[in-house]
């Protein structure tokens, strides 16, 4: 698998310079959000979506301010909402440190991230940048109809597949998109192209958010949580999904009371995650990332042959065979 310092190597002068831009626009003038925005900085994951941001961007044409404006507004977008999500799932972590809602507690996680999304405007007034708005209000509204559908479909038995892939577009696969959008307008404004990247980002998205959902029913937890946390948290993903579908009207009862119990017993939870291992639920899932993977990968086709085409081919591999 190809590492993602390499896949990064096409556009590593955007990144060095994103970097700086991104902890700049981070800045407030207020010292206890100054503290708590420099943690969030030190502790941030991969930054995988400004990749997809400048990649995209590469395919087509040089990157230039406005692109770094994208990545920006993705990324302090992305970090918004993951604050906001640690207080909604009362997560203590985060990519293996500690939330900022463990840390300074649920109000001030929620103003933090507030203040987030209103750098997010304020990056768009200042650089003049107004088309972009309506990708990443869209992308914002997606995100929050996406939990709250998860909340409602939870509680429900009869969650059917169409149900679960409307949930992780709206949750995540809809950011990816708008990163591939978004790093398309930086530099053309063909309509054509960047709906093309965003249908590209579609698919990617969908594939990773699948892999994630995999992660959960695999012997060693990833990602910063616990193997079983979206059974503590009652989320039906779709490697449950399968086997809750394909199983006897006894026995889908039974896997249901396990999944709506609030005691999280670790051996029910072991009990599920060694049902869903072996009834299929995570053959069946791995299948659909990959075919996701593999739309997303002939879209790229379309594109003349580049670095920057070579190495959002590899990214599309990376998010479905990475281990964490």
Not at 62 to 73: E, R, Y
Request: charged letters at 30%; a negative charge; hydrophobic letters at 40%.
């Amino acid at each position: 698998m190809t590492s993602l310092k390499q896949i990064k190597a096409p556009i590593e002068q955007e990144l060095k310079t994103f970097e700086v831009f991104f902890e700049e626009k981070l800045k407030s003038e207020v010292q206890l959000m100054n503290t708590i925005l420099e943690y969030v900085y030190r502790t941030k994951g991969k930054q995988i979506r400004p990749v997809f941001v400048f990649l995209a961007a590469k395919i087509l044409d040089d990157s230039n301010l406005s692109t770094q404006v994208a990545a920006c507004s993705v990324e302090l977008l992305h970090t918004a909402t993951l604050i906001h999500d640690d207080v909604v799932d009362d997560s203590l972590e985060r990519r293996g440190e500690s939330s900022v809602k463990a840390l300074w507690r649920d109000k001030i996680a929620v103003l933090v991230g507030d203040y987030v999304l209103a750098r997010v405007l304020q990056l768009q007034i200042e650089s003049e940048q107004y088309g972009f708005l309506s990708f990443i209000s869209k992308a914002a509204q997606d995100m929050i109809e996406g939990e709250i559908l998860q909340m409602k479909k939870a509680q429900n038995p009869d969650i059917d597949f169409e149900t679960y892939y409307n949930v992780i577009y709206k949750k995540t696969a809809s950011l990816i998109a708008t990163c591939m959008a978004v790093g398309a307008a930086s530099v053309t404004q063909d309509k054509t192209l960047i709906d093309k990247m965003y249908d590209i980002g579609k698919n990617a998205g969908m594939a990773f958010q699948i892999k994630d959902d995999i992660f959960d029913y695999q012997k060693n937890g990833s990602l910063g949580k616990p193997t079983g946390k979206d059974i503590e948290e009652k989320k039906v993903t779709l490697p449950l999904l399968y086997v809750l579908k394909n199983a006897g009207e006894g026995e889908r009862q039974r896997i249901w009371a396990i999944t709506q119990e609030n005691d999280k017993n670790p051996q029910k939870i072991n009990e599920l995650i060694k049902l869903v291992n072996d009834r299929g639920g995570i053959d069946y899932a791995t299948e659909k990332m990959n075919e996701y993977r593999d739309k997303a990968i002939a879209g790229l086709m379309n594109f003349p042959e580049s670095d920057a085409r070579n190495a959002l081919v590899d990214l599309m591999k990376f998010i479905t065979e990475r281990e964490k």
